[in-house]
């Protein structure tokens, strides 16, 4: 049963990263009367500045994390309630929170994310990097390490082995190739010689948002956010990061070596140990002078051992649904995220869910996709205001246009990377052909088509394709005609299909 309530909110938002603001802004511009309270766990929002439309649909931004005040200032009719939602009375149009406040809501958005998936659960050497807090806990520990091992295959992965140095970092992937996450084994290819390289001195113009907080006096980058809070035996986490996430951290191990990465391919964690727990099997495959000097032992399914000062799990994120599944119905989907519907909206009614913590349930465009993302983050967050405001202005919507085509703008190993549509052939099995231009140390540049149509693209490096690609993909023309001569260097191709 819940209890009295505090206040009814026309709209209640429920978290304050890149999803819950973006939605909470979206509701003002949509309804500027419009009666709003962001619930979040922590005292920081994430503010999405400078935000350019690059193309159709590629965008770029920046991300702040700020005090919510900020947000109070820009809305003075919004009212930020500090506290994590630990329970949804989803019949009764309430929520409850951690100081005991219960809120009421004619519609309701949980946009509260993810947290890191953990190999092992309460083992101090490992760690899973999500918000500020674990990245500063990260650093702290690396500081002290000789050899960290890194688990998983994703952007965080990447850019971890990518940025750690004086430290002997072991990868290990369970794919065939780095990166798979993201892209091929030829993209792969391209990439690796930068991890045997020694990282630029000058850090290339960072072109992505930093996060940073702002201070009186400046703005400081990376100082301690107070975002977590313990409760019930977990934590509740704060935003999750985002790019460069490690800019004005010092990534840095124990040692004196620069950069030392070597990967483990096709393997997966078998066990996590003690010096004690070692199997004696296991024992064999380690170097003699390393046995019992490590606090931490992991096993390879590829029958390898490692001992090492730190694990670092980066094997993707759980929605964040825990607080709100007990006494309601929500479909779930297989990932564990709620199920959104083309609206936004979650099984149970009024109840929308935007960003990390929700799978898109709708019949995808075919050349769109999730991935828990920050561009989705903010994409789906302003299209589940605009279906929340809907009712308000008796209007209807029709699905984002950002949902026609996936991109995505990022960094990986110091290059830029634009990622277009179905990228790596997903779901295409093997009706698709590649075409592949590559220039070492400089570009990599692959394109999917299907039925002689462009469906996807991996851009690697200043390429300058991906609006011409972007339009190619869109307008679904047939590329038979011009085979090969689609990537020939010699040819202006954004002149040729202008
Ligand atoms: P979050 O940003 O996680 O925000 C969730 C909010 O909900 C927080 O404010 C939290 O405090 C609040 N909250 C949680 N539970 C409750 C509760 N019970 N009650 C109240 N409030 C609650 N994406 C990219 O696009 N490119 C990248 O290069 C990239 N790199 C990344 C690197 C790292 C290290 C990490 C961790 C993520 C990275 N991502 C990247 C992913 C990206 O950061 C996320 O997809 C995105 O931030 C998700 O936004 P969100 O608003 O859904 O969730």
Known sequence: MAAKREKSFQFVVIGGGIAGVTCVEELFTQVPSADVALVTAGPHIKAVTNFRQVSRTVEEFDVEERPSRVLQEKFPALTVIHSAVKALHARDHSVETEDGGVFGYEKLCICSGGRPKLLIQDNPYVVGIRDTDSAQEFQKRL?????????????????????????EVIWAVKDKAVGNTFFD?????????????????????????????EEPGGVQTFTADRNSHKHGGWTNPGSALGPDWHQGIVLRGAEQVTRRVSVEYQCEVEKICTPEELLPSAEQTLKPDTVGSWPVYIQLTNGKAFGCDVIVSAIGVVPNTHPFLPGNSFALAEDGGLQVNDH????????????????????????WHQMRLWTQARQMGCYAARCMAAGVLSKAVELDFCFELFS????????????????NAQGLGSDHELLVRCTKGREYVKVVLSGGRMVGAVLIGETDLEETFENLILNQMDLTPYGEELLNPNIDIEDYFD
Not at 408 to 423: I, S
Request: include cysteine; proline fraction near 5%.
């Open 185 to 213: 084994a030829g993209a792969a290819q391209f990439l690796i010689p930068s991890l045997e390289a020694a990282k630029p001195q000058e850090a290339a113009l960072c072109k992505r948002p930093r996060y940073t907080t």
């Open 143 to 167: 500081s002290k390490a000789r050899r960290i091992v890194v688990v998983g295959n994703g952007g965080i992965a990447l850019e971890l082995v990518y940025e750690v140095e004086g430290c």
């Open 408 to 423: 995505h703008q990022t960094r990986f190993f110091n290059y830029k990377v634009v990622l277009l549509g179905k990228f």
């Open 344 to 367: 936004m909206l979650t099984s149970e009614p009024d109840v929308y869910a935007a960003g990390d913590v929700c799978t898109a349930c709708w019949e995808a465009s075919p050349l």
